[in-house]
């Protein structure tokens, strides 16, 4: 008998499937390839197109974004009163009533302070090119609005128009940072990272209770049934050294102690309490991200202004130093100057009424023409 043996060569078979794979795919990229060849592609060209849908998104959905966000704000900074009232307020009492008085004036003047500027930031436009404007009073012309464009003016392709003086989209605002809304802006953002300083500040005591879990002895109602009794040390937590022994289980001892018992605190008691528990939580998270995102802008923003700059220019006199190492901002009147003008304290007006208090006063000028360092009269502003 003949026995016919099968034998295949499995290597040599994978090894053609292989070749004739990645053949394909050759024939297959070379075809991509020539079909979408461009001589100027580069890696930032690449970038660019990958980031077109997200410029998609942001263009077409940041005017609804941008509710949510105005919502989102007002809701959480509610939030955030509520629970300082709801939770400070009996805390400070039992410590100090005097000065709780005085924390709650300081309290109010900032939480003014930071409604005003948000609601003026929102409502208050930026500032447009008016439709008169001729082309000789013009820097530029704007490609997009096909219009006459002031200097310092941008097009902003949320809003889809050209703003004054602008320094950028502000989907917290739901509006654009310009001309006539960037003080505002500027100080709602220092009102508010003021506000979360001063209720981290209040609330720290009662943050460090939690933290430790020290109820003060009140078993919160929560809790699995403990076994035995409750054992109540001091309030650091430490363990207090005995120096008499009583005998508690002789005939004779007291049926209880008598070591000092001390009072339970509001701390405690919020401490123990499930709800509040959460809202202590609720604003360590909220307050202490509020302060390092606030705090950063509060700084960068502040560098911009130091310089007479807004953020559109800072980028653009960057590349420009780099370009031309004389380069100077025409607008940089030295830094005193450069607040002065941001925060419009000319004419007489004074920091504790102008800025330590709201006050609709607009910034000097008309957003469309500017003094430049090099041709500056000697009585302006
Ligand atoms: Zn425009
Ligand atoms: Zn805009």
């Known amino acids: 008998m003949v026995l016919i043996k099968w ?11 292989i070749s004739h794979c990645s053949w394909k795919i050759s024939q297959a990229s070379l075809t991509a390839r020539s079909l979408t060849y461009n001589r100027l592609m580069n890696r930032s060209y ?21 509710k949510v966000f105005v919502f989102c704000v007002t809701v959480l900074t509610t939030a955030v009163v509520c629970i300082a009232y709801w ?26 302070n930071i409604v005003f500027h948000y609601y003026m930031g929102v409502a208050t436009s930026p500032g447009h090119p008016p439709n008169g404007l001729t082309v000789m009073e013009a820097a530029s012309i704007c490609k ?24 950028h989209h502000c989907p917290w605002l739901n509006n654009c940072v310009g001309y006539y809304n960037a003080r505002y802006f500027y100080l709602y ?16 005591d009662i943050g460090y209770v939690v933290w430790l879990n020290d109820t003060g002895g009140i078993i919160p109602h929560n809790d699995p049934n403990l076994i035995g009794h ?29 070591l000092p018992i001390p ?7 919020i401490a123990a309490h499930p709800w509040k528990r959460k809202a202590v939580m609720f604003m360590a998270v909220t307050c202490v991200a509020t302060l390092f995102a606030l705090g950063t802008l509060v700084i960068m923003h502040g560098k911009n202004i130091s310089r007479g700059e807004t953020s559109v220019e800072a980028h653009i006199n960057v590349k420009m130093r780099k370009m031309q190492s004389e380069f100077k901002n025409p607008y940089d009147f030295g830094r ?21 208090l709201p006050s609709t006063h607009k910034p000097i000028g008309n957003g469309l023409s500017f003094h430049t360092q090099f041709e500056v009269e000697d009585d302006w502003p």
């Open 7 to 17: 034998r295949f060569n499995c290597r040599a078979i994978l090894w053609q499937i």
């Open 46 to 66: 690449v970038v660019d197109i990958l980031l077109e849908p997200i410029f998609w998104i942001v263009d077409n959905f940041s005017k609804y974004l941008g």
């Open 87 to 112: 939770l400070g307020l009996p805390y400070w009492w039992e410590r100090s009533p005097y000065f709780t008085v005085v924390l709650v004036i300081v309290g109010h003047w900032l939480l003014l």
């Open 144 to 167: 997009k609005c096909i219009q006459p464009k002031p200097p310092r003016t941008h097009h902003c392709s949320v809003c889809d128009r050209c703003v004054l003086v602008m320094d």
């Open 189 to 204: 953002m220092v009102y508010m990272a003021a506000g979360v300083s001063f209720v981290i500040t209040g609330g720290l």
């Open 230 to 258: 409750p054992v109540k040390l001091n309030q650091s937590g430490f363990l207090v050294p005995i120096n008499n022994i009583v005998e508690y289980d002789s005939d004779l001892a007291p049926r209880e102690h008598d």
């Open 263 to 269: 009072p339970v605190t509001e701390a405690q008691r």
């Open 336 to 356: 005193k100057k450069n607040w002065r003008l941001f925060l419009g304290l000319v004419k007489g007006r004074s920091f504790w009424r102008h800025v330590l």
